[in-house]
Antibody, heavy 120, light 111 residues
């Protein structure tokens, strides 16, 4: 059974750096074809794709946010970490991580999401 | 960054058929955008329905299908059920599949 869970601060101040961790079970990110992505959703608004890391270390980023994002993986701990710099109130959102597999869908299994509020 | 457009709202009668579309500001949507479709109900995480234009998951109800239609990606629901009332999002990939962009979502009402 595949599970993913996002963790991180519920509240960050403007200009701070956000660090979110996706801890997963039921698969290994060292398995050929596996990938983990981050997606966010501001309250009452649409989904936004943020970043993805693949089993081979390849990293993909949102064109509009790539200067602020860093994605990394710790295969031994079954974790994927996303950092976002220079947080702004507009970054208030529920942040999700999701698992996919090459050729079988990129966002097949989702975590429950974690709400991050940016406020001073 | 490209803009992905969807109908903001659609309504379908129970048992009816409706097609949701997904367009791109950069031009026609093709299989090279690897179109995805997701369903999201209130208070829940999204659920993937369709990947790579028309591929279904094992959990995708048979009444949902994906295609390319008139330069857009399309999600067709045939035989709508009350439980299909939800928000639907499409996702396209750009730059040789290296950057994803979601559409603004379609709120589907079954009434």
């Amino acid at each position: 059974q595949v599970t993913l869970k996002e963790s991180g601060p519920a509240l960050v101040k403007p200009t701070q750096t956000l660090t979110l961790t996706c801890t997963f079970s039921g698969f290994s990110l060292s398995t050929n074809g596996m990938r983990v992505s981050w997606i966010r959703q501001p309250p009452g608004r649409a989904l936004e794709w943020l970043a993805r890391i693949d089993w081979n270390g390849d990293k993909l980023y949102s064109t509009s946010l790539k200067t602020r994002l860093t994605i990394s993986k710790d295969t031994s701990r079954n974790q994927v970490v996303l950092t976002m710099t220079n947080m702004d109130p507009d970054d208030t959102a529920t942040y999700y991580c999701a698992r996919g597999q090459h050729l079988l869908g990129t966002l097949n299994d989702w975590g429950q999401g974690t709400l991050v509020t940016v406020s001073s | 960054q490209a803009v992905v457009t969807q109908e903001p709202t659609l309504t379908v009668s129970p048992g009816g058929t409706v097609t949701l579309t997904c367009g791109s500001s950069t031009g026609p949507v093709t299989s090279g955008h690897y179109p995805y479709w997701f369903q999201q109900k209130p208070g829940q995480a999204p659920r993937s329905l369709i990947y790579d234009t028309s591929n279904k998951h094992s959990w995708t109800p048979a009444r949902f299908s994906g295609s390319l239609l008139g330069g857009k990606a399309a999600l067709t629901l045939s035989g709508a059920q009350p439980e299909d009332e939800a928000d639907y999002y499409c996702l396209l990939f750009y730059s040789n599949g290296r950057a994803g962009v979601f559409g603004g979502g379609t709120k589907l009402t079954v009434l």
